[in-house]
């Protein structure tokens, strides 16, 4: 019933930048709080920046000033802007969404699939 698409990720040398995009479709009534993800290789999955409906943002302090979350709520998207990627940043990002699906009370929380952000030499 509903799909949480990710796209954007790539492999990008040190200092370089990439823009991920999540996409949420589906019978959608409301989408609350929306945050990025990501899990690198052996480590646990750790909030890198969340923000709410009404555009309040927080961050991990390893991405402060470097991230930049935003979100278009007419387009039921939200997007990560990474800036002085570091290769530390690699990990597979993921979109998490907190919506409420049309015709239902409770608000759950849904999962992209995830993408892959390589920074490397």
């Known amino acids: 019933q509903v799909q949480l698409v990710e796209s954007g990720g790539g492999l990008v040398q040190p200092g370089g930048s990439l823009r991920l995009s999540c996409a949420a479709s589906?019978?959608?009534?409301?989408?609350?709080?929306m945050r990025w993800y990501r899990q690198a290789p052996g480590k646990e999955r750790e909030l890198v920046a969340a923000?709410?409906?009404?555009?309040?943002?927080n961050y991990a302090d390893s991405v402060k000033g470097r991230f930049t979350i935003s979100r278009d709520n007419a387009k039921n998207t939200v997007y990560l802007q990474m800036n002085s990627l570091k290769p530390e940043d690699t990990a597979v990002y993921y979109c998490?969404?907190?919506?409420?699906?049309?015709?239902?009370?409770?608000?759950?929380?849904?999962w992209g699939q995830g993408t892959q952000v390589t920074v490397s030499s």
């Open positions: 998490n969404a907190d919506l409420r699906i049309t015709g239902r009370i409770n608000i759950g929380a849904y």
């Open positions: 589906g019978s959608i009534f409301s989408i609350n709080a």
């Open positions: 923000i709410t409906s009404g555009g309040s943002t």
